[in-house]
């Protein structure tokens, strides 16, 4: 046994140099930063799990035999030892960002993303999700992702979620890794990773969708929200997996549905009230606030509905109904004008958001198509009508 301290209960009481149960070469490594807070976190767990298997502890240890859920408390105490900012409380209305591109060559257009951040952040937005749906992750590199997430975090004062999400489990642990880890040579880190069930293999067997979403949580030491969006992915977290998966990873905050089923999203906060549950739908924003569930995931990039999107989670928080009610009408017009236009909801929030920022395209990656001329005018329009109303 490598590097194992001598008795097993210091692996209760980390130090403040790092878990003290991992010794000599690696946890100098470790504190060197030649091996990452997550390989380090591994390697301690794995070590763990061969004493627990053991039914002991190595020659000069206590001979206590530990039991399976005192070895999980082991593992729950080291994790939150390791962890950034884990204390935070996500709060409001949270927007899920678009990812700019240059029109030219379609590559990340950095100047923008962060005029952008500076944008919302000056609109009243706290709370954020990079690399997610509408920020069009599936068709960025892995590269531009993490790239994505240094350049948000260093430029984002607020709370900022980082989807993690992959096909393979491998690159899903690579990105989280990356978020958990101090950004460009500073202290500051993601607040929390977004997790989908992995997709194209459509409607796996829970036992596979279980084990493939373990084998990400257990690398995991800051906070994670579990991402259902079953239109895309093929592969649906119900109730009972969810709460499983919770019991044994108190990180696991909570989750965001996104669907238009607040019936069904209500269903996750039954199961665990402890836990947020988010919607990640325009459309029923308010119906989610008014059935108890902790806030919305607006899709619509921060652009023509910001400020009445804050305006309605507000008046909400204060049991204004009518208040919330009227600033709701305002984000209804605008999905109501968007869809009948046939606008996607990305290309859409690129247009209106190309009409706010200077410099700022309307390019979208493809399989994706941009907004004709002819939608972008009548999408201007209807932002036009959308202001004057607010006057």
Not at 95 to 117: G, H, I, M
Not at 252 to 269: E, S
Not at 331 to 338: F, G, I, K, M, T
Request: with cysteine.
């Amino acid at each position: 046994m490598l590097g194992l301290a001598e008795n097993y209960s210091c692996a209760k009481k980390p130090s403040v140099g790092g878990p003290s149960c991992l010794c000599g070469p690696r946890r100098l490594l470790w504190k060197s930063g030649k091996i990452s807070d997550a390989r380090f976190y591994h390697r301690i767990k794995t070590r763990l799990s061969i004493i627990v298997r053991a039914g002991a502890l190595p020659a000069g240890g206590h001979t206590a035999v530990a039991e399976p859920s005192e070895d999980r408390e082991i593992f729950r105490t080291l994790s939150r030892s390791m962890s950034g900012k884990q204390n935070f409380k996500l709060e409001g209305l949270v927007v899920a960002t678009v990812t700019p591109f240059q029109p030219c060559n379609l590559r990340l257009d950095e100047k923008s993303l962060v005029k952008y951040l500076q944008y919302l952040w000056d609109a009243g937005v706290k709370n954020l999700v990079v690399n997610g749906t509408t920020g069009e992750f599936t068709s960025m590199t892995m590269e531009e992702r993490m790239r994505v997430t240094e350049l948000a975090r260093a430029n984002w004062p607020g709370i900022m979620l980082n989807n993690v999400s992959a096909a393979s489990y491998h690159d899903a642990q690579t990105l989280l890794a990356h978020s958990q880890n101090p950004i460009a040579g500073t202290e500051a880190r993601v607040d929390a990773a977004l997790l989908l069930p992995p997709y194209y293999f459509s409607a796996v067997a829970e036992d596979g969708l279980e084990r493939w979403l373990r084998n990400v949580l257990e690398s995991a030491h800051q906070p994670v929200y579990l991402y259902n969006f079953p239109a895309h992915t093929g592969n649906m977290i119900g109730p009972g997996l969810y709460a499983r998966l919770a019991h044994d990873f108190p990180l696991l905050r909570g989750i965001k549905n996104t669907f238009d089923d607040v019936p069904m999203a209500q269903q996750f906060k039954y199961a665990l009230p402890d836990r947020q549950v988010y919607i990640g739908s325009d459309k029923v924003a308010l119906e989610a606030l008014e059935g108890g569930l902790d806030g919305n995931v607006s899709s619509a990039g921060g652009c023509a509905i910001v400020s009445a999107a804050l305006a309605m989670v507000d008046a909400s928080a204060k049991g204004n109904d009518g208040a919330a009610e009227a600033a709701f009408s305002s984000v209804s017009s605008w999905l109501e004008q968007r869809e009948s236009l046939g606008v996607l909801d990305i290309p859409a929030a690129k247009v209106a958001l190309s009409n706010t920022i200077e410099g700022f395209s309307a390019t979208v990656r493809p399989p994706l198509l941009p907004a004709t001329r002819e939608q972008q005018h009548q999408l201007q329009e209807a932002l036009k009508r959308l202001n004057s109303s607010k006057s």
